[in-house]
């Protein structure tokens, strides 16, 4: 049996072994307090082909008309997983130390 859970439940409120029990809620919470590392992309290496946000578990790469260039990344949904990274196919994203994401780092913005 299947239960639900709203977006505010704590972790001790919900069954045990990570379980999802709604798909596709991923932009219902704020994982971004879980990162102890964040991804910062090379804009100009780059060439779009949106493995990043295809594999992305938490909707954390923003896209805009189909590119991802100079969107950045959002500092609520991004948890430092590192998947982003890993599927780059020219390593244009790369992770960095610190869970907070600096104003002047390329290829970094708040959603809007």
Known sequence: MSRVYPPTAKWHEMERAGIIPQAGNAEEYSVGGWRNEHPVRDDECCIDCLFCWIYC???AVNIKDESVK???FSADHCKG???CAAVCPKDCITMVPGGEFGP?????SEEE
């Open 57 to 59: 578990p938490d909707n």
């Open 70 to 72: 100079g969107q950045g």
């Open 81 to 83: 997983c590192h998947i």
């Open 104 to 108: 002047d780092e390329p290829g970094q």
